[in-house]
């Protein structure tokens, strides 16, 4: 176990799920964080029966953290974290056991299941769905955008949590956002936005079979060469139904890495799709470096990825991509 992975393990096991109503974290004997903890309980015993109004009893600007423990069940709401609540970490009682749900679509601005404005935010052991086009292939909607989470902030870590759809299911818009072992599940665009995040130990769940034709996996959205963002893949699976692209660029300086990843047979062997930079491929940075499964073969791979050296992949692939200042570490949540 590595000191990052032990650091998670201590946090996680002093903040919240202390059954006092104060948490404190101690390194070397010194006070880290020390911070008030919420507890909801769909059955009535804790401090709030639903997230959103643990949420707004948190007082705004603050500059401390404050834990809300989130006990099993399925919560039928939407939840949003606005500008001025920063410093919350939501903690469930795991993805499978803790479950946000709702079904709201077509705008991306407004459909999301759970939406996050405010910077610093943490999450764990929650998984996020939007239920409009579940189950897939059986439900009775058109298939249009219907988002799970919608990620406006900066400095955001998630850590075993879930986010379920079918189209447009993670926006991850802007910001600095760190993904631990999460599964992100969807058919069409369901990884987009301009965030400039790594995906970590993550499953990407595949479920384009009823789509009769592949998926995309990712949509990203970097506008500029000057552009920090992207999105990286680091030691993830890809597996699933149907057939999938890695992704297609929503804008014309996309850029998307896959590291150290298992790629199933889902994978189309052209890998990626130039949707609307048809003519401006050279803008792209597509690149898969040591992926191995049946759908990392490059050998027939388009023309126009995969020309990114390995000094500039090892750049984008370290931690410094999203944390040059130590703020994962500083807060010992990862």
Known sequence: MSLF???IGL?????CLS?????TAKRNNKTILDFPTIFVDPSGKGDFTTIQAAINSVPSYSKNWTCIYIKAGTYREKIQIPYDWPFIYLEGEGQRFTIVTWGDHESIETSSTFTAYADNIVVKGITFVNSYNQPPGKSNNPMMPAVAGNLQGDKYVFVA???IGYQDTLWDVQGRHYFKSCTIEGAVDFI???GQSIYEGCKISVIAGPLGVPGYITAQGRTSPNETNGFVFKRCKILGTGQTFLGRPWRNFARVIFSNSIMTEIVVPQGWDPW???GHENLLTYAEHNCRGRGSDLSRRVKWSNHVGLDVVNQLTRMSFIDKEGWIKDWMVC
């Open 5 to 7: 992975q032990f650091f």
């Open 11 to 15: 946090i996680l096991v002093v903040l």
């Open 19 to 23: 059954p006092n109503t104060h948490a």
């Open 161 to 163: 949590c879930g986010f």
């Open 192 to 194: 987009f936005g301009s």
């Open 276 to 278: 609307f930079s048809v």
